[in-house]
């Protein structure tokens, strides 16, 4: 069973218009991830929750947002999509502890038209 | 910013020879991990590496962690083709980043039949 879901697989959106990805983990991990990945390049950490408290990247446009609501749920909200956010975003939760993986989902491929 | 240098980026081989990817870096991780990633899917992690000179096998799979922690390698023996995918090192907590990622760029392994 999936123990982290990323909803929808795809996401096909209109330049300019508001676009959100949704995570859910039934880990009841602490910290929960979102990366964005294009086209044969490393994963990239746009931002994590350590429980509530949220960290950004430097290097993370203002165009990128989050949610947690609550453990199980971390929303990525793209305000203004351009077509260079056209990537899968993945995301990603773990418990604290260098012993410890992280579970990524299978990913959102966002389609910018 | 941390860097961790992957290579090779591109491997090409044929059903029962034998590889090595390696992944390096100026900075000291707290853990290493590796990943495999296929087409349209997340990474699924292979093994985490903690101790410097750390040495886990996973079937025909070799992880070695550098006695500095700072490089990795991951041996491969009589690949087969469903070894094919995106090979991913990752370290965590350098720099004091204790609950962040740092992906390598990532080597796309194609075993031939």
């Known amino acids: 069973d999936a123990m982290v879901i990323q909803n929808p697989r795809y996401q096909v959106t209109q330049f300019g218009k508001p676009v959100t990805l949704s995570c859910s983990q039934t880990?009841?991990?602490?910290?929960m991830y979102w990366y964005q990945q294009k086209s044969s390049q490393a994963p990239k950490l746009l931002f994590h929750?350590?429980?509530?408290?949220?960290?950004n990247e430097a290097d993370t446009p203002d165009n990128f947002q989050s949610r947690r609501p609550n453990t199980s749920f971390c929303f990525l909200d793209i305000r203004s999509p351009g077509l260079g956010d056209a990537a899968m975003y993945l995301c990603?939760?773990?418990?604290?502890?260098?012993?410890?993986?992280?579970?990524f989902g299978s990913g959102t491929r966002l389609t910018v038209v | 910013t941390q860097l961790l240098e992957q290579s090779p980026q591109f491997l090409s081989i044929q059903e029962g020879e034998n590889l090595t990817v390696y992944c390096n870096s100026s900075?000291?991780?707290?853990?290493l991990q590796w990943y495999r990633q296929e087409p349209g899917e997340g990474p699924v992690l292979l093994v985490t590496?903690?101790?410097?000179?750390e040495v886990k096998k996973l079937k025909r799979l070799t992880f070695q962690f550098g006695d500095a922690r700072k490089d990795s390698s991951l041996h491969i023996t009589a690949a087969q083709p469903g070894d094919t995918g995106l090979y991913l090192c990752?370290?965590?907590?350098?720099?004091?980043?204790?609950?962040?990622?740092?992906f390598g760029k990532g080597t796309l392994l194609t075993v031939n039949p």
């Open positions: 929750y350590y429980d509530k408290d949220f960290n």
């Open positions: 880990l009841n991990h602490n910290v």
């Open positions: 900075s000291v991780f707290s853990s």
């Open positions: 990603a939760t773990r418990l604290p502890g260098h012993s410890y993986g992280y579970t």
């Open positions: 990752a370290g965590e907590g350098g720099g004091g980043s204790n609950y962040k990622l740092t």
């Open positions: 590496v903690v101790t410097g000179g």
